[in-house]
């Protein structure tokens, strides 16, 4: 520990702007000055977590039934390194979560200062060799603009914040990949850091087009370093397939459960396949000039939010060219052929080469991840902007012969360094808000009615909900699918959100409640129990329907019942109870058999008694159709049917491994070909029980006197299963890269007392 110490302390010593960098990094903790009493806070597509059990849990499963009519959410588990890590340490100090998020954000700032600090110092000692006095100012001018970029900024707003683990890291991900490439003799460590940084970074890379663009950078920054170095092609491809397999091997534990439904999963989103109206909608602002002059390329629909002037570029631009001119180094042409590679992708359908780039588009597997270019590959251009842009300042620190000049020019560095902090902390994009007491209210009395899935109108045109002042005007990911957790359905007229096969099911039932017509049948075909018109809605939100003329089709309809009134005089909203004619559990039979036990043990598990089987009988599943759904049998005295709990929340976590593995064996698994697609979304099972009687033993079934057969029986979502495997295999793949460090240390020791 001593020798740790001393070694922090020497480079602490050696680079003092490192003590700078940490007080920067917890500036934006000024956030929550006035904020501090709210228990959550969120935009976009990020909320603090509310429920800790919950949040957690929605990090263990591959499959969320709450959303969507269920779906497959095998990226979702990679949230939990570092994110769920980094905020169940802070919540075992007692952290609240909204302040654990701006933590988060300063750990990212401060990995990307002292990670483009040390790049650049390496930058210019050892690739340009204009080595100078200045060089540590130099590099903590370059890191500080890195950290408190546009772009930086730009990504808290949409919640996509998490995406800046590998913006932050890339200084580093670079500097260890071109070590690689380039030393007679790669260090085994290299690796091994790299491996521990992919697997850090898993959280953003739960982001498949994130992986996919760094993957591009990558590749582009390997064919140029071969290219201008004149370096071995092979040898170097392989080194390069080294780098490539350390970022695979530290995303095993999330990638397998993905990769195994990666089909589906990426034609989830209708709008991928809107090419012409994707690339003419979102790089309009995108041009070569705007990317230079404006901010509003990096920050589309709010471009005065963040005043990155002109004359701010102006000056990086002046040093960009003076590097280009005046330094003949090899690193100088690499990083001019990367900035044109940012620059081609960054502006996507603009010209010139237009053609070009929507070729790739249309043809190259996964390029449709650049619908939004700016967002994907707009820091690959930035960074080695500033890396031009730093080698031009360092050259002219060189030659200036005047004091005065260089003092002029340090208090311009400094200037626009605390110009674009300041401006870095001017933007206040979190919404800070607590949940209202009539929503804990409303959870209680859903409960007590035996909530199967909630109907919500009205819809947002797939847009996240948009409150007014009671929740602070937030507008984002919908706190009430964690701090609720039933299932929710919401109607979505809109073609570019997410489709699954309940989609259209649920707007053909709000069709029905506009029309005024009876919607029985396709409630119950849907497992729907509760109606929630929302009117705590902001007034300029853009809705599908008016709440207040929803409340006056429902109280006429029969097929409703027990409307109560959640909320204040001014806010709130209104929950119908569904007649029990027109409702079902979340697995339903045909008729002539009986249903009983219904038990949602977790969101990968449904389990159910059914008695008086005499004739082929139907079983649903009332989630989105997916061919990884399994039905098994279990035998007819397993304690796992006594529980009476239908609640995944309340039930006993530890069943989640006691019965599971069982599930790799085939014997006891209904018959995959009865699996087929019913009432147009859900999972369907066609159950034979002559079938059964030939292909189980007794222990499976009970044989009644007329015939009929009672089972017990277990919907399952197998890829689980892929998720416990690859957990197994990350484990002892991250065992080993751990056990090098120590093996290559007392190696090292042991040569050096040679």
Request: hydrophobic fraction near 50%; glycine fraction near 6%.
């Amino acid at each position: 520990m001593q020798k740790i110490f001393t070694s922090v302390n020497k480079i602490v010593k050696n680079n003092p702007f490192i003590i700078l960098f940490i007080v920067f990094s917890f500036l934006p903790l000024t956030w929550l000055v006035g904020n501090s009493k709210f228990l959550i806070a969120g935009e976009g597509d990020f909320i603090s977590p509310i429920i800790w059990d919950i949040y957690l849990q929605k990090r263990l499963f591959v499959f969320d039934p709450i959303v969507f009519g269920g779906i497959d959410i095998s990226f979702y588990i990679s949230g939990l390194f570092p994110l769920t890590l980094f905020f169940l340490l802070l919540d075992f100090i007692n952290i609240s979560f909204p302040a654990a998020t701006i933590l988060f954000i300063s750990m990212l700032l401060f990995l990307a200062e002292i990670s483009m600090y040390f790049f650049i110092k390496d930058f210019l000692t050892n690739k340009i060799k204009t080595t100078t006095r200045f060089d540590n100012l130099i590099a903590g001018f370059g890191a500080i603009l890195y950290a408190f970029s546009p772009f930086f900024a730009s990504f808290i707003e949409p919640g996509h914040f998490i995406l800046l683990i590998p913006y932050s890291l890339f200084p580093t991900i670079i500097f260890l990949t071109d070590k690689i490439l380039i030393e007679k003799k790669i260090k085994l460590s290299f690796f091994i850091i790299l491996f521990w940084i992919f697997f850090f970074s898993a959280t953003s890379f739960g982001n498949v087009a994130i992986i996919y663009s760094l993957l591009i950078a990558l590749g582009f920054y390997f064919i140029f370093l071969v290219f201008i170095e004149k370096l071995n092609f092979f040898k170097s491809l392989l080194r390069f397939s080294g780098v490539i397999a350390v970022l695979l091997l530290s995303n095993l534990w999330w990638l397998i459960p993905f990769i195994s439904n990666i089909g589906k999963a990426i034609s989830l989103n209708s709008a991928t396949n809107a090419i012409s109206q994707a690339i003419s909608l979102n790089v309009k602002n995108a041009d070569i000039y705007k990317l230079f002059f404006s901010n509003q390329a990096v920050l589309g629909a709010q471009p005065n939010s963040y005043p990155f002037s002109i004359i701010f570029f102006l000056f990086l631009i002046t040093f960009f060219i003076i590097a280009i001119l005046k330094i003949k180094k090899k690193a100088i042409a690499l990083y001019v052929l990367m900035i044109i590679a940012g620059i081609f992708i960054t502006k996507g359908g603009q010209e010139p080469f237009q053609i070009v780039f929507q070729w790739l588009y249309d043809n190259v597997p996964g390029f449709q991840i650049f619908r939004r270019p700016v967002q994907k590959f707009y820091w690959v251009f930035y960074f080695f902007f500033l890396m031009l842009s730093a080698g031009g300042i360092s050259f002219i620190f060189k030659y200036l012969k005047i004091k005065k000049q260089k003092i002029l020019l340090l208090i311009l560095m400094s200037g626009l360094s605390i110009y674009s902090i300041v401006s870095f902390l001017l933007i206040q994009n979190f919404t800070y808000f607590s949940i209202p007491r009539y929503y804990f209210d409303a959870k209680e009395v859903l409960k007590k009615d035996n909530v199967n899935k909630v109907f919500i109108a009205p819809g947002f045109y797939g847009d996240s909900p948009y409150y007014d002042k009671s929740l602070n005007y937030y507008h984002g990911d919908d706190f009430l699918k964690t701090f609720w957790n039933f299932q929710m359905l919401i109607p979505d007229s809109s073609t570019g959100s997410l489709e699954t096969f309940q989609k259209e099911k649920v707007n053909e039932t709000m069709d029905l409640i506009r029309g005024n017509k009876s919607f029985c049948s396709s409630v119950k075909e849907q497992g729907i129990s509760h109606l929630m018109i929302r009117q705590d809605v902001f007034k300029g939100a853009n809705t599908e329907d008016g709440s207040e003329e929803l409340i006056k089709l429902l109280d006429e309809n029969k097929m409703v019942k027990n409307k109560k009134y959640f909320g204040k005089k001014e806010s709130g909203f209104t929950i119908y109870s569904i007649v029990s004619d027109c409702r079902s559990d979340v697995l339903s039979v045909g008729k002539n058999i009986k249903l009983s036990n219904v038990y949602f043990q977790n969101p990968v598990r449904v389990s159910a008694n059914i008695n008086g089987i005499k004739d082929v009988s139907d079983i649903y599943l009332n989630l989105n159709f997916d061919k990884n759904w399994k039905l098994y049998l279990q035998k007819t005295n397993n304690k796992n049917f006594n529980l009476s709990s239908r609640n995944y929340i309340s039930g006993d976590v530890n069943e989640l491994y006691e019965y599971e593995l069982s599930f790799m064996k085939k014997d006891f698994q209904i018959s995959e070909s009865s699996h087929t697609i019913g009432n147009g979304y859900a999972n369907l099972w066609k159950i034979d029980p002559g079938t059964i009687k030939e292909n189980f033993s007794k222990d499976y079934y009970i044989e009644n006197k007329d015939g009929s057969i009672d089972i017990n029986i277990i919907a399952y979502y197998s890829t689980q299963m892929l998720f416990y495997v690859s957990l197994l295999v990350q484990l002892i793949v991250a065992i080993i890269f751990f056990v090098s460090i120590f093996v290559i240390q007392r190696f090292e020791k042991y040569n050096l007392r040679k």
